[in-house]
């Protein structure tokens, strides 16, 4: 299949109510950390890019939005040209300068502080990343704790990036600055703000 009919197949049935619908999802999952809502539609990217990472770009990025995406996605370039076509949004080269990042091999992802961090006065000008895992139930188990979450959460995706829990109080205690993280899977998707403590169980 040549790439120009890839990048032109495979959105959303309805975009505009389909995008709302997966947008009404991620919010959910923002409010509730460690809750995978699913059930809503998905696209059908082109391959190492997932169908719940792509109904994240096409509910969320925009011609604004530059993205980021890491080596296993750019070495099928079909995902570029799939994410340029349904979305708008520009490609960049380095984490720093990207709003979204997508990420097919989390184990491989550079250290969480090479992404945009916003700043103290424009914290919202930071970066969100979006991890494809493989499970979201038969990784470590992690606790949650924060806003949000009424008393604490578990979690147990896999894979993660390396060092993640300690990466991960190191983002946390930049707050307000900080990224957000979206974990997807053929089991939903979730959603860890920058707000939440993580905690190895036990």
Known sequence: ????????????????????????????????????????????PPAPLSPEAGAVALALCDADTPIWIDTALREEKAVAGWLGFQTGAPLVREPSEA????????????????????????????????????????????????????????????????????QWAQNRARFPRGIDLILVSCEGLTALPRTTTIRKEG
Request: charged share 15%.
């Open 99 to 166: 709003h979204f990042a997508f990420v097919a091999e989390p184990g491989n992802l550079p250290a969480l502080e090479n992404f945009a961090q916003g700043s103290q006065e424009h914290p919202d000008r930071s970066a969100t990343l979006i991890l494809q895992v493989e499970t979201m139930t038969r990784g470590e188990v992690l606790r949650l704790s924060g806003p949000g979450i009424a008393t604490t959460a578990t979690l147990s995706p896999r894979p993660l990036p390396r060092h993640f829990v300690e």
């Open 1 to 44: 299949m040549h790439l120009e009919t890839v990048s032109v197949e495979g959105g959303l049935a309805d975009p505009v109510l389909n995008a709302q619908s997966i947008f009404r999802a991620l919010m959910d999952a923002m409010a509730r950390p460690g809750t995978c809502p699913r059930g809503f539609s998905l696209p059908s």
